[in-house]
């Protein structure tokens, strides 16, 4: 399994379904999770992080309340990245897979997720050069 995916599942995605969803905030939006993980994975440091900046803490990707409102859950994910050498084939794949179960699941996200997608290319892609 890609490890993107693994991290995504059993971290950022499990947090949101606890409890029957009690962790969702307002303006959730199913692709959130994932979104998470791709900002972590391509450099973007989560709150509890010594590299975490008060100025670029992520709010410009995400809504600020899934970084500082999940308890240490980005934190954690960011942790479990630690080690993981990312290529572009697995993020590629993870995007794909994320995709997918947006569209089967969730097709009113579609919409926000793919613009996501676009808005933050150069990102990725600026990250992955750096590789």
């Not at 971290?11 to 009690?22: E, Q, V």
């Not at 692709?31 to 803490?57: C, F, K, R, Y």
Request: charged residues 25%; glycine residues 8%; negative net charge.
């Amino acid at each position: 399994m890609n490890p993107l995916e693994s991290i995504f599942q059993n971290y950022a995605y499990d947090y949101f379904c606890l409890m029957g969803g009690s962790g969702r905030y307002e303006g959730y939006r199913e692709w959130h999770p994932a979104g998470l993980v791709l900002m972590i994975a391509t450099g973007v440091s989560p709150p509890q992080s010594p590299e975490w900046q008060i100025n670029h803490d992520g709010s410009d990707y995400l809504p600020s309340k899934v970084w500082r409102k999940t308890d240490q859950m980005p934190y954690q994910v960011s942790e479990k990245l630690k080690g993981i050498t990312l290529t572009r084939n697995m993020l590629e794949e993870f995007i794909e897979s994320i995709s997918l179960k947006i569209r089967k699941n969730s097709p009113d996200d579609e919409y926000t997720w793919n613009g996501f997608l676009e808005e933050k290319k150069d990102h990725f892609d600026i990250f992955l050069s750096g590789k």
